[in-house]
């Protein structure tokens, strides 16, 4: 069982940069990949980044925030990051972080069993 709690979510202006973090619990945060993925209104939920189990593992991103956006973890702190630089108006929406068991990333929601609540980040133009 992991729980996730994210946070660092906010109102920024376009081009400025905001860090989201997220909490786990559990002491098998390490035999997860983890995710991000958001949702903006109206809209299906959709992948951004995802990061294999082991700390500085491989990473992969939607094209969409490649080069803009940055995720890391922290075994050792069970937390995972998401570094945001450059932000847009589209990147407004509800972000959340998921942990897949196993060691490879995934861009499928459905690959994920454990979901955080969410944080909202709002950019404006």
């Known amino acids: 069982q992991v729980q996730l709690v994210e946070s660092g979510g906010g109102l920024v202006q376009a081009g400025t940069s905001l860090r989201l973090s997220c909490a786990a619990s559990?002491?098998?945060?390490?035999?997860?990949?983890m995710g991000w993925f958001r949702q903006a209104p109206g809209k299906e939920r959709e992948f951004v980044a995802t990061?294999?189990?082991?700390?500085?593992?491989?990473?992969y991103y939607a094209d969409s925030v490649k080069g803009r956006f940055t995720i890391s973890r922290d075994n050792a702190k069970n937390m995972v990051y998401l570094q945001m630089n450059s932000l847009k108006s589209e990147d407004t929406a509800v972000y959340y972080c998921a942990a897949k068991p196993g060691p490879g990333g995934s861009t499928d929601t459905r690959a994920y069993d454990y979901w955080g609540q969410g944080t909202q980040v709002t950019v404006s133009s």
């Open positions: 559990g002491r098998t945060f390490s035999r997860y990949a």
């Open positions: 990061i294999t189990w082991s700390s500085g593992g491989n990473t």
